[in-house]
């Protein structure tokens, strides 16, 4: 009793914690999950592991830490997913913004909209206008349905009025293969993967969809710029914890995730890869998930998407 009094009274954190990736070793969730752990590692003193727990479209990660203990000891890395699979699904073993306690978003990177170069288009207006003669016979990629991207090509759809036709894949990479092979028409998909291509010209770039220009892509103009204010798509990741962690864990943990992508090492590994670093307050974080959950419900309704 003498023991377990004394842990329970020991700072947080007194032993490794760890962060569930909802997707495999590899991909962009994984690489900045894996930067923040080794900052904060660097920070406390006390090791911060990342576990890799892929499948369900992020639910099954998300279900096994809504369901752990909420002592601060298994965060996941929360993304865009956690946002629309209430909408997808028709029962999910947890709901986002009951079961989780907001810590802090961490950074976003923007989608950006690219076409084959044999495609006709080199602006947005050129693509919407070359759909819209040639409606149905064009087709764009995502990594799955209710992912991201297919999010982003079905926001396009819906706002533009556009009769085009998703092809879903098993995962973004297998995507982008058929796309820069031809066999796709375009495409959103984050900076990190499509920026080689870009600069080798096997993929055209149109437009990035977010309020502000992408730094490794300063020429591109963003959807505002090319005639379609409002339109944003970003991926984004934030820690989130089990919904009863102790507010003072929280606290601490926030402090030390805003210092940590506030380090200028830390922006810099982020802008290296296209995406911005941020920090919120947990109340920020929980009102920016609100928001996408609301948005995006919006545009599953309006476009039918199904999960299965």
């Not at 982003?152 to 092809?167: D, F, S, Y």
């Not at 600069?199 to 591109?220: E, Y």
């Not at 204010?229 to 914890?241: C, K, M, Q, R, Y």
């Amino acid at each position: 009793m003498a023991a377990s009094a004394y842990a329970l009274g020991q700072p947080y954190p007194a032993k490794t914690v760890r962060f569930i990736v909802p997707y495999a070793a590899g991909g962009g969730v994984d690489i900045v999950t894996r930067t923040l752990a080794q900052k904060l590692t660097e920070q406390v003193g006390q090791s911060f592991v990342v576990e890799n727990r892929p499948g369900g479209n992020a639910n099954i990660a998300s279900e096994a830490v809504a369901k752990a203990a909420p002592d601060g000891y298994t965060l996941l890395m929360g993304s865009p997913a956690n946002a629309v699979n209430g909408s997808l699904y028709k029962k999910l073993p947890y709901d986002v913004l009951r079961d989780f306690a907001p810590v802090s978003l961490i950074g976003y990177g923007p989608l950006v909209l690219v076409v084959h170069p044999s495609v006709p288009a080199r602006t947005v207006k050129e693509l919407i206008a070359l759909c819209k003669a040639q409606p149905g016979q064009l087709n764009y990629a995502s990594g799955g349905n209710g992912t991201s991207q297919h999010l982003a090509g079905e926001l396009l759809r819906v706002t533009t009025g556009i009769a085009v036709v998703h092809i879903p894949y098993k995962g973004a990479a297998p995507a982008l293969v058929d796309l820069i092979g031809g066999q796709i028409a375009f495409m959103f998909n984050n900076t990190l993967e499509v920026l080689p291509y870009v600069k080798a010209a096997r993929l055209r770039a149109l437009a990035v969809a977010s309020t502000r220009r992408s730094a490794v892509l300063p020429d591109l103009p963003t959807f505002a710029q090319a005639g379609y204010p409002g339109f944003e798509a970003t991926v984004w990741w934030g820690v989130l914890a089990p919904a009863a962690t102790p507010r003072d864990v929280v606290v601490k943990l926030n402090a030390e995730i805003v210092k940590a992508m506030n380090a200028p090492d830390i922006k810099e590994k982020f802008s290296a890869l296209g995406a911005e670093t941020t920090g919120s307050t947990p109340e920020q974080y929980a009102e920016f998930l609100k928001e996408e959950v609301t948005k995006w419900a919006g545009v599953i309704k309006a476009s039918g998407i199904r999960a299965d």
